[in-house]
């Protein structure tokens, strides 16, 4: 089994009035394929700083990211944006639809971006809004989407450009926990079925039985307990 994404000696400081506040220290963690991961800590531990780093947002003081085997550190620009582009999908605690655009134009707007056929696009996207249940509902603007239904368009989009790994930063905190949960299982059974690692940064108890591991942040490292 081959791990997707593998964070290695991750260290990140930053100086806070005269004094150097570390936040993450020799942190390591691997997600293998089709894998997903809960990452939970309390408020300020770093989760945010974690994901960033874990998407390629953010670059640690030190150590290395690996997304399919290749690093993320070092790279230019232009090189990290096509990483993000191709490689990881994003899914946030709001859904960040565009408001002007359509559910099926949502998905191929970032198509277009990734230099997806438009054909091949037109095919991914109606294939994805099937599998998440709306295509009843993709020629609808964001606002006449319930919250749930947001956040399926936003894992549908996530997974539009067919990404290595799944980077979701509390998916279910605006959801009610039935629908909480429809989204978390949407993400695991992607991840299974797709061959994709994910990783949820979380405060949802609820939804941690549907995970495969439970990671707590704890002084700057991950742990299992």
């Known amino acids: 089994m081959r791990h997707r994404i593998v964070l290695q000696n991750i260290t990140h400081s930053f100086e806070d009035g005269g004094m150097r506040r570390v936040v993450l220290d020799n942190l390591n963690v691997s997600v293998a394929e089709g894998e997903l991961v ?3 800590g309390p408020s300020g531990s770093g989760k945010s700083t974690f994901l960033s780093i874990a998407g390629a947002l953010l670059e640690p003081t030190s150590g290395d990211v690996l997304v399919d085997g290749q690093s993320v550190i070092g790279k230019a620009h232009q090189e990290l944006s096509d990483m993000r582009l191709h490689k990881l999908g994003f899914i946030f605690q709001s859904a960040n639809l565009i408001p002007y655009l359509k559910v099926e134009e949502q998905l191929l707007f970032v198509a277009k971006q990734g230099g997806m056929d438009k054909k091949q696009a037109t095919g991914r996207a ?7 249940g709306l295509t009843h509902r993709r020629s609808a603007y964001p606002e006449k989407l319930s919250g749930g239904e947001r956040q399926r368009v936003a894992i549908a989009r996530a997974l539009m450009n067919d990404p290595a790994v799944l980077l979701a ?3 279910t905190a605006s959801l009610d926990a039935s629908r ?3 989204v ?4 695991a059974g ?6 994709k690692a994910a990783i949820m940064v979380t405060h949802d108890e609820r939804v941690l039985p549907l995970c495969d591991r ?3 942040l704890e002084e700057g490292r991950l742990v299992e307990h």
């Not at 109606?126 to 998440?132: G, I």
């Not at 992607?190 to 061959?195: I, L, M, W, Y």
């Open 180 to 182: 909480g949960m429809d």
């Open 126 to 132: 109606r294939e994805l809004l099937q599998k998440l």
């Open 38 to 40: 809960a990452v939970m």
């Open 190 to 195: 992607e991840a299974k079925e797709q061959g």
């Open 169 to 171: 930063d509390e998916p």
């Open 184 to 187: 978390v299982r949407m993400i």
């Open 214 to 216: 439970v990671l707590y």
